[in-house]
Nanobody
């Protein structure tokens, strides 16, 4: 069973940057497509970014295009979410997720079967 560990969250001022990391552990046979979602207080969980197993295909939500980047390390295991020019509306709990057995990314939370516990990102004005 794959487990996901997120790190890198915290509090920054608007315009600042953060880099989130997601490290899978457990029984990993191959690298799979992974993604990041977020949930702000009182709102539904929303898609942020997703990346294919090989890293060649990336999906980004319109709200973060030009500011956020998703990538994988050379071993194609750890996934990063580099967040630049953060805005107060980016404040949320960010979740890493994996599509076990799938190579292609997705922008639907229903396509992901394993989730991390989430990490808080707070952007102050």
């Amino acid at each position: 069973q794959v487990q996901l560990g997120e790190s890198g969250g915290g509090q920054v001022q608007a315009g600042g940057s953060l880099r989130l990391s997601c490290v899978p552990s457990g029984r990993i046979f191959n690298s799979y497509a992974m993604g990041w979602f977020r949930q702000a207080p009182g709102k539904e969980r929303e898609f942020v970014a997703s990346i294919s197993s090989g890293g060649g295909t990336i999906y980004l939500s319109e709200s973060v295009k030009g500011r956020f980047t998703i990538s994988r390390d050379s071993a194609k295991v750890t996934v990063f979410l580099q967040m630049e020019n953060l805005k107060p509306e980016d404040t949320a709990v960010y979740y890493c997720a994996v599509r076990t057995g799938y190579l292609a990314p997705s922008n639907s939370s229903a396509a992901f079967d394993t989730w991390g516990q989430g990490i808080q990102v707070t952007v102050s004005p």
